[in-house]
């Protein structure tokens, strides 16, 4: 597949503050996310040595054996350890999904202090981390890395913000204290997808925006507007970037969540790093002004982010199924 199938934004001009680069960058931006709902970004600021030390930290994780990982076991906050096979994706629209993914993939979210008062009140998905106790130097590198990538999508949100033809700062204060997951996940080598066993099933994201870290062994696959999947070739540090369920609320389904899946087929073992970002927690997602209208009514309700996550976690989850009967 050629690399402009998916198409590549240049960040730079936009990132340096040169003239018109914010318009002109944010129609490159309003493109991608109609007609396929996936870009690439280069020049994005983020250190290649960042990256590489970040996928270093998760693949050390990873070589844990299971006992010590599970010490760590995915909770109601959605952060932690989740097992191999351990979420089933039912919620999937494109595909009849019945067996579990083939990963393994440990949660962050913000990392809160033990004693922030969200964290005292066991407020769901404003927890604190599950941290492993016997890796030195992996929170560190860990939540060094997040926070790359939040200072990152705040500026981007200025983007999605012309995009649509609002104030550049329409997002700012939606985005000030957002939140956000980093999965780091694990695909062992498959010799190929049967009709139902994927790496991760054909699913589309619940985020406003997701940005996959550039990653030199291939694997995902994305399903055009006219069913065809194609995949996504490894460009040499560029990050993916799609929208998913949030921004299709936020926009009234003028940007799109695109369908994608994984299967690592290279041989050797695949790390994938995907960071998920909504809005604050406390804030009601609903369609801006410029995609409604009187012939233009809203497609959907008001949502809130810990309804919707509750929702969607209780369906995917498999490991937390004891836990969420109780919910």
């Known amino acids: 597949m050629a690399t402009d199938t998916i198409p590549v934004i240049d960040l730079g001009p936009f990132l340096a503050d040169e003239p018109g680069a914010l318009d002109r960058t944010a129609k490159e931006l309003r493109f991608a996310l109609t007609e396929i709902g996936f870009y690439f970004i280069q020049n994005h600021g983020v250190p290649q040595a960042l990256i590489d030390e970040t996928y270093r930290q998760v693949a050390r994780f990873h070589a844990q054996p299971l006992e010590r990982k599970m010490?760590?076991?995915?909770?109601?906050?959605?952060?932690?350890?989740l097992p191999m096979r351990g979420d089933?994706?039912?919620?999937?629209?494109?595909?009849?999904?019945?067996?579990?993914?083939?990963n393994e993939a440990f949660f962050v979210a913000r990392d809160l202090p033990d004693d922030h008062p969200d964290v005292v009140a066991d407020r769901r998905f404003r927890s604190a981390n599950r941290w492993p106790a016997d890796l030195p130097g992996f929170r560190e590198g860990i939540v060094r890395y997040c926070d790359t990538l939040e200072r990152?999508?705040?500026?981007?949100?200025?983007?999605?913000?012309?995009?649509?033809?609002?104030?550049?700062?329409?997002?700012d204060a939606p985005f000030h204290d957002m939140q956000y997951k980093l999965r780091a996940t694990h695909y062992p080598h498959q010799d190929g997808p049967s009709?139902?066993?994927?790496?991760?099933?054909?699913?589309?994201?619940?985020?406003f925006l997701t940005l996959v870290a550039p990653n030199p062994v291939s694997g995902l696959?994305?399903?055009?507007?006219?069913?065809r999947w194609i995949d996504a070739p490894a460009l040499p540090g560029a990050y993916v970037v799609n929208g998913g369920q949030m921004l299709q609320r936020w926009t009234n389904d003028v940007f799109l969540a695109t369908p994608h899946r994984a299967i690592n087929r290279s041989g050797g073992e695949r790390y994938a790093l995907a960071f998920f970002c909504d809005s604050n927690i406390d804030w009601?997602?609903?369609?801006?002004?410029?995609?409604?209208?009187?012939?233009?009514?809203?497609?959907?309700?008001?949502?809130?982010?810990?309804?919707?996550?509750?929702?969607?976690?209780?369906?995917?989850?498999?490991?937390l199924a004891d836990q969420q009967a109780a919910d």
């Open 71 to 81: 010490d760590v076991r995915i909770d109601r906050h959605n952060v932690g350890y």
């Open 88 to 102: 089933t994706l039912r919620t999937s629209t494109v595909h009849a999904v019945t067996k579990a993914n083939y």
């Open 152 to 171: 990152l999508v705040q500026r981007m949100v200025r983007l999605y913000a012309v995009a649509l033809d609002l104030p550049a700062a329409y997002f």
């Open 195 to 207: 009709d139902d066993e994927f790496g991760i099933a054909p699913h589309t994201d619940t985020s």
């Open 221 to 227: 696959s994305v399903r055009t507007r006219d069913g």
């Open 284 to 319: 009601p997602v609903a369609s801006v002004p410029t995609t409604v209208g009187p012939d233009k009514p809203p497609k959907f309700p008001t949502t809130w982010y810990t309804d919707y996550m509750i929702h969607y976690q209780k369906r995917t989850y498999d490991v």
